[in-house]
């Protein structure tokens, strides 16, 4: 009914439209009978109707079951000789969204003293990440991740690698 309804009224208005454009067109074209009775007309610009806006498709929709991901924010992280090396507190993205690296919050105890270092994110292993007690092992010994400069916002990240290797990450400015 709300179907039929609503196609009456287009199909009216279509036709109101129609009367009034085709009226305007018999006054332009009829010339006025005396030219030194009326002002000069004013060339007459029309607006081309808007095209109608097309409806956004529906957002895709993905389905992870809980045992295929896990967040790692705040996990811990070991060595592969079982040191604590700290928590995870921030993954670095580069501007085409693939993970680059992961913030370390390094020593110190309930934050205190401790400090924030940068690893290259394939020098981690998640291994049983399904289980939370488990921790993520780092490819770094305590040593190496303690001579590894802090890191700060807003300044030079320089991101420890495992193994020797050694990429720099190129931005465009």
């Known amino acids: 009914m709300r179907a039929r309804v609503l196609f009456i009224f287009i199909a009216v208005a ?3 439209l129609a009367a009034v454009t085709s009226r305007a067109d018999d006054k332009a074209s009829v010339p006025p009978t005396d ?4 002002p000069p007309s004013q060339p007459q610009t029309t607006v ?9 498709p529906p957002p895709s929709v993905t389905i992870i079951g809980a045992w295929e991901a896990h967040g790692v924010l705040g996990r811990d992280v070991r060595s592969p000789a079982d040191e604590g090396m700290g928590r995870i507190v921030d993954v670095i993205v ?19 003293g401790s400090r924030k270092i940068v690893v290259d994110w394939n020098a981690l292993h998640f291994g049983r990440i399904a289980n939370k ?32 290797i050694l990429k720099p990450l190129q931005f465009d400015r």
Do not use: H, M, N, W
């Open 133 to 164: 007690s488990e921790s993520i092992t780092l490819e770094l010994t305590k040593d190496q991740v303690t001579a590894a400069p802090e890191y700060k916002e807003d300044q030079p990240i320089v991101v420890l690698g495992a193994s020797g």
């Open 35 to 38: 030219q030194s009775a009326t």
């Open 14 to 16: 279509c036709a109101a």
């Open 94 to 112: 580069d501007r085409a969204g693939l993970v680059r690296a992961a913030v370390i919050d390094f020593g110190g105890f309930l934050g205190v």
């Open 48 to 56: 081309p109707p808007a095209a109608p806006k097309e409806p956004s």
